[in-house]
């Protein structure tokens, strides 16, 4: 899908130059894609600390049985 986007110029180029992709469009979706990760991870990470584990729980038990 084309699309018309007003991308700084220099930033473009570092970021072609850094990653070491050979077109403007390669390193947009790598932009994209990063950032898209990067926000999900950050949704997991809130997730740290609401996980409520069972006291009687015992790991060493459970490897006992293998």
Same mark, same amino acid.
């Given at each position: 899908?084309?699309?018309?986007?007003?991308?700084?110029?220099?930033?473009? &180029?570092? &970021?072609?130059?850094?990653?070491?992709?050979?077109?403007?469009?390669? &390193? $947009?979706?790598? @932009?994209?894609? %990063?950032? $898209?990760?990067?926000? %999900?991870?950050?949704?997991? @990470?809130?997730?740290?600390?609401?996980?409520?584990? @069972?006291?009687?729980?015992?790991?060493?038990?459970?490897? &006992?049985?293998?």
């Amino acid at each position: 899908m084309p699309t018309n986007l007003q991308i700084d110029d220099r930033l473009l &180029a570092r &970021a072609k130059r850094i990653g070491g992709f050979r077109t403007k469009k390669d &390193a $947009v979706n790598q @932009a994209l894609t %990063e950032f $898209v990760r990067r926000r %999900e991870q950050q949704d997991i @990470a809130g997730l740290f600390g609401t996980i409520i584990f @069972a006291p009687d729980f015992d790991h060493k038990k459970l490897r &006992a049985k293998r």
